[in-house]
């Protein structure tokens, strides 16, 4: 498993130190283990666990650039926001999910983990009414683009980017949104990963 991430992350041109494998090695252990009682992800061995959950998170990495805020909407067991927070320990990660399993999943690796830049919140996404707005969302297998756009509306700063992961599904969910942001589709190569990986970033 730690050959596999190693590779993935120099093949994604990702540059880590020993204390970022460790903790994301140690992130699979977590999720195994809880995976065992709280279901959280259908992805049961760990060399999969390895593309399809922090190889597919990060490659969303060098297409983040600056912001003070992010939101990862629908966070389920902290993907992508977990993998990314341990990459950007100097920016602010709020990792949102209305089921409180994966919420108890996440703040227990956050502990373990010794992850000071995320907070973890309850609730469901149109509900939730933060102090500062996000100049940056995330999603990844939670709804459609047009879907997520109406619930996350109040929860954007003016200058706003939206990532959201998806697959063959981008251009047709494209064609059934309307907005006022600029957008732009990206091929994603993952290891691991034979299935068509695509990145769609919404600007404003």
Not at 109 to 134: C, G, M, T
Request: glycine share 2%; proline share 3%; aromatic share 6%.
């Amino acid at each position: 498993m730690k050959n596999e991430l190693e590779s993935g992350l120099e093949q994604l041109e990702i540059s880590f130190t020993q204390e970022q494998l460790d903790k994301l090695l140690q992130f699979i252990d977590l999720l195994i283990k809880w995976n065992k009682v709280y279901n959280l992800t259908a992805v049961r061995k760990p060399e999969d666990m390895v593309s399809l959950h922090l190889l597919d998170s990060l490659s969303l990495l060098i297409h983040l650039e600056n912001f003070d805020r992010l939101l990862d909407v629908g966070s389920g067991a902290g993907l992508p926001g977990i993998p990314l927070a341990i990459f950007r320990p100097e920016q602010q990660f709020v990792l949102l999910d209305s089921n409180v399993k994966k919420t108890r999943f996440i703040q227990q690796a956050i502990i373990d983990l010794k992850l000071s830049n995320i907070q973890v919140v309850h609730n469901r996404v149109e509900k939730y009414q933060p102090d500062v707005l996000f100049d940056c969302i995330t999603t990844r297998a939670f709804a459609t683009i047009a879907e997520t756009l109406k619930l996350v509306e109040h929860l954007l700063a003016k200058q706003s980017r939206l990532l959201f992961m998806k697959s063959n599904t981008a251009e047709s969910e494209l064609n059934q949104t309307e907005s006022n942001f600029t957008h732009e589709i990206i091929e994603l190569s993952v290891p691991g990963i034979e299935a068509n990986r695509r990145l769609v970033v919404l600007s404003r």
